[in-house]
């Protein structure tokens, strides 16, 4: 059988205050095309499929449209699981009914276990969850993030046919990829980190939360990536799927084409707003410009935003900057494990205990725990 691979939509996501719905109806449509033209037997989405825990209206329209198209109309069966960004509670609305369509929605852990069987490849659905909810469907106190994936896998194995494929759909940090500046970056001491010799049994490895099919490099496990480019540093990123078959389990990647890329440009104030120049861009893209002028610009933002509708930000390139920057797009690396060790470590001139680690970690744990059931509450 030959399924798509797909991840992070992010439906209602915002690029630097700019909406990007219209974008992503339109990507989506694209990644059905695709669907129907490579003749596939499935679509898996591996999580994030919005960019909130509490979506939008629009947002909550767009994907209910989406799911009606490619499930209900084009009869595609889907496998997706939530992700990080989503509300397990509120997106496991309605799955019973889900199910009689081929529709295969897991927010739970404990639905993981049992696989849905697609021809030669039984899918394993394992959605993000937070190391409370392991320690208490193991009924253990002290349960790690790594600890738990370990046991969940043993338990997936004694389901396994060695007459069929075993495909896991999983939403986590894969130990040695890479980030790119959209992704979420709150970690507590590592823990959302797992790795990647825990998942080799499988035949293929369907990860979602990275949003750059390049993050890593592993013979079975792959990000699809994000559909569309959430931050400046993923200009230079190819968009797209892969589509797997299962005689061969080798990915073949699919690029997608954005209504507006991102883009960026190192120019000075007279060649932007010079027409022989500007012309002969793409002036729809979502620009980040660099000047080269030193001078003082007379209401710059409004002369370029008149030509370029969509600007990200606008910064000198030789030496002191004369003008705001109209959006910080360098994202902070700190997160809030690192940023509040450091923060001790300025103040005491020594370093934490392990004791004092601990009690960080499980302090930051709470705290994401707390939230969590907050938003699924709300």
């Known amino acids: 059988m030959r399924f798509l691979h797909t991840a992070d ?14 974008d992503q109806k339109e990507i989506i449509h694209q990644i059905l095309d695709i669907a129907l033209t490579q003749q596939v037997d499935a679509i898996v989405i591996a999580g994030d499929l919005y960019d909130r825990s509490v979506p939008s209206v629009e947002a909550c329209e767009l994907l209910n449209q989406t799911f009606i198209e490619m499930n209900l109309e084009k009869k595609l069966p889907i496998l997706a699981i939530s992700g990080n960004h989503d509300s397990a509670v509120r997106l496991s609305t309605g799955m019973p009914w889900y199910e009689q369509t081929d529709f295969h929605l897991y927010t739970d852990l404990k639905q993981s276990f049992e696989p849905v069987d697609i021809g030669d490849v039984q899918f394993f659905l394992l959605p993000y969850f937070e190391p409370i909810a392991a320690r208490l469907y193991f ?11 370990q046991k969940i896998i043993e338990k997936m194995r004694t389901a396994f046919d060695k007459n069929k494929k075993q495909v896991l759909v999983t939403h986590f940090f894969i130990a040695g990829s890479r980030r790119s500046d959209s992704e979420t970056a709150v970690e507590v001491g590592g823990l959302n980190s797992i790795s990647y010799e825990l998942v080799q049994d499988f035949d293929y490895v369907a990860l979602g939360h990275l949003h750059s099919k390049n993050a890593l490099k592993t013979k079975n496990a792959f990000y699809s990536g994000s559909p569309l480019k959430f931050s400046l540093s993923e200009k230079d990123d190819s968009k797209g799927v892969w589509i797997v078959d299962s005689r061969s389990v080798a990915p073949e990647f699919h690029e997608l084409v954005a209504k507006r890329d991102v883009c960026s440009l190192q120019a000075s104030f007279e060649e932007l707003t010079d027409p022989s120049f500007y012309q002969r861009m793409d002036r729809n893209c979502f620009w980040y410009f660099q000047l080269t002028d030193r001078s003082v610009i007379t209401n710059m933002m409004n002369q370029l935003r008149a030509i370029y509708p969509n600007i990200l930000g606008v910064e000198r390139v030789n030496g002191r900057r004369e003008t705001k920057q109209l959006e910080k797009v360098q994202h902070r690396k700190n997160t809030p494990y690192s940023m509040l060790t450091s923060f001790f470590e300025d103040i005491t001139g020594d370093r934490l205990t392990k004791k004092q680690r601990d009690w960080l970690d499980e302090g930051l744990q709470q705290s994401l725990d707390t939230e969590k059931r907050n938003d699924d509450a709300t």
């Open 139 to 149: 009924e253990e106190e002290s349960l790690s993030l790594q600890a738990a994936i």
């Open 9 to 22: 939509w992010h439906i209602g996501k915002k690029l630097h205050g700019y909406d990007l719905l219209v």
